[in-house]
């Protein structure tokens, strides 16, 4: 008895997405197949693999047919990746440029991920990559051919393992239907590659004051920031950080943003976008606060409080931190665009 090929898409979806329209697009794609499973902030995988014989279609015109459908009844561009696995679909959805499907065949994983860069590997972050390339360590290919005891060496045994296994191409893990967890984000593209720290670190700043924003806006505090940068060879670094206490309080969540954006050591590294994601989100009112005989701290939160009723007044751009203020305006000045879903300009 064989085993039937699995088929798996990951599709990146070109937009900013708000809870209703991922739980429209996840009601619409379980037309095609039950096994979907959302990838916040902006992706989700669908399992294929039944969906190919009750449609009687090759794979690759299945996922042209799951994108034209996003396309026709949402408005949303995607792109695609087709694999037999949910790591090496959601590796070549990064490969892919926006409309185009990037499809790797089993038979053909091995030599695809070969000459790939170590840092498109997921588990990889700039810290390992470091200490890889620091002994001649350069592709994905390279990892397999070493012998396991010195990777062990190199890293230890258990992260050893992982990535050896990772780096073949192995990935048993089944798409889980699922709803996507409440959560905010906040995204910015990049109009070019951003190697100025100064400038990242004013992207960064303002993806938090967003989402500060957005938490007091909705009543709501969040318990844990994530930050991922994704860079011009279309990898990407994920960081994720539980807060002290749940808040709301823009420079708190600042804080936790800059500190994940300086563990990155990005230096001088080609940035493409930045997405901050506030996850655990509970009310307001059930939230506590740890006192504070600072009087700097109340006058933050009135100013903060001031500052929210002029934005609701005048519209989100009316205040902006002093840290932003010499942050350029228009898309054509500077490295910093905005994005649908990015409310002001950073």
């Known amino acids: ?83 037999s696995n949910r790591m ?24 695809w991920l070969h000459p790939r860069p170590l840092t498109a590997l997921p588990g990889i972050g700039r810290a ?37 296994e990772r780096a073949r191409g ?7 239907p699922a709803e996507p967890a409440t959560h905010l984000a906040a995204d910015l593209l990049l109009d070019r590659d951003c190697l100025d720290p100064a400038q990242q670190h004013r992207a960064v700043l303002g ?25 011009a060879d279309r990898s990407s670094t994920t960081r994720t950080r539980p807060l002290p206490e ?10 936790a943003a800059l500190g994940l954006l300086a563990s990155l050591g990005l230096q001088r590294a080609r940035v493409r976008a930045f997405v901050i994601r506030a996850d655990d989100l509970r009310p307001a009112g059930d939230a506590h606060r740890q006192l504070t005989l600072d009087p700097g701290e109340d006058r933050a939160r009135a100013a903060e409080a001031a500052a929210d009723r002029a934005r609701r007044r005048f519209g989100p751009g009316a205040v902006h931190p002093a840290a932003l203020a010499h942050a350029p305006r228009h898309r054509g000045d500077d490295r910093v665009a905005r994005l649908p879903g990015c409310r002001g300009p950073i």
Not at 90 to 100: I, K, L, Q, T, V
Not at 170 to 176: A, E, G, Y
């Open 1 to 83: 008895m064989t085993t039937r090929q699995r088929h798996i898409a990951h599709l990146h979806l070109h937009t900013a997405l708000i809870e209703d329209q991922y739980d429209d697009i996840i009601e619409l794609m379980s037309g095609v197949t039950p096994h979907v499973q959302a990838i916040p902030p902006n992706a989700l995988q669908l399992d294929l693999t039944s969906a190919l014989r009750y449609f009687d279609l090759s794979p690759y015109d299945m996922v042209q047919t799951v994108m034209m459908r996003l396309r026709a009844h949402c408005g949303i561009d995607s792109s695609a990746g087709l694999a």
């Open 88 to 111: 090496l679909a959601a590796m070549a959805a990064d490969a892919s440029a926006p409309g185009e499907t990037t499809w790797v065949p089993a038979e053909r994983a091995a030599d």
């Open 128 to 164: 390992t990559a470091t200490t890889l390339t620091r002994y001649g360590l350069h592709t994905i290919g390279q990892i397999t051919d070493i012998p396991a005891a010195t990777l062990q060496r190199l890293l230890g045994v258990g992260q050893a393992r992982l990535l050896a």
């Open 170 to 176: 192995h990935d048993l893990r089944p798409v889980v």
């Open 207 to 231: 993806l938090a004051e967003q989402i500060g924003a957005r938490l007091r806006g909705e009543n709501q505090v969040a318990g844990r920031l994530t930050l991922t940068v994704r860079y």
């Open 246 to 255: 749940s808040t709301g309080h823009s420079p708190a969540l600042a804080a």
